[in-house]
């Protein structure tokens, strides 16, 4: 019987809807078109993830933390919806802090010293702004060697964005590559 009831996601709540009297129906299969509010909401996270990539020249790897600094952006922005009040303002009765909002993708210098295992090694050094922590107040950093510092100290060069250079050199590479090729 429950390979015929859809949404899986929500099996683990059938119990709690039970308990609570709740009738719980899902949309029959192969029907995103009954789910318009839901469906309409995952394009808009999908759409907002794919452009704070785009933006910021990385490739799609980071797919999941692009996504969730989108999510973390569409529930802080006012939504006509909510009579132009953000959805964390609901939530929580206050306004979001915007002054920690930085630019997906820019260069930033987290501050290491927690980090190192010695007085002499480097305080800081350049990564990528990879989005915010929902466990922490601070920001995720990601290093050259693809380590992930979280931090609350940083601070942000949000004119430069080190993955435009891989893209840059990638892109000469095969333009030489392709012009070696013709030749």
């Known amino acids: 019987m429950s390979s015929l009831i859809g949404g899986g996601e929500f099996q683990a709540l059938t119990?709690?809807?039970?308990t609570m009297g709740i009738d719980h129906f899902?949309?029959?299969?192969?029907t995103p078109e009954q789910n318009g509010i839901a469906e309409r909401k995952h394009r808009h996270i999908v759409e907002t993830g794919l452009t704070l990539l785009a933006q910021a020249s990385m490739p799609q790897r980071f797919w999941d933390d692009a996504f969730f600094s989108g999510i973390y952006l569409i529930n802080r922005l006012p939504s006509?919806?909510?009579n132009f009040?953000?959805?964390?303002?609901k939530l929580f009765h206050r306004q979001p802090n915007y002054n920690m909002l930085r630019i997906f993708g820019c260069q930033c210098f987290p501050n290491l010293r927690p980090y190192t295992k010695h007085k002499l090694e480097f305080r800081s050094q350049p990564c990528t702004f990879i989005g915010y922590t929902p466990h922490h107040k601070g920001y995720k950093c990601l290093a050259r060697d693809g380590r992930v510092f979280i931090s609350r100290d940083v601070?942000?060069?949000e004119n430069f964005f080190p993955f435009s250079q891989f893209l840059s050199r990638s892109n000469d590479e095969?333009?030489?590559?392709d012009t070696t090729l013709l030749h």
């Open 26 to 30: 899902v949309s029959c299969p192969h």
């Open 80 to 82: 006509s919806v909510l």
């Open 155 to 157: 601070s942000f060069n």
């Open 15 to 18: 119990s709690f809807f039970n």
């Open 174 to 177: 095969s333009t030489n590559t």
């Open 85 to 89: 009040t953000s959805p964390f303002e």
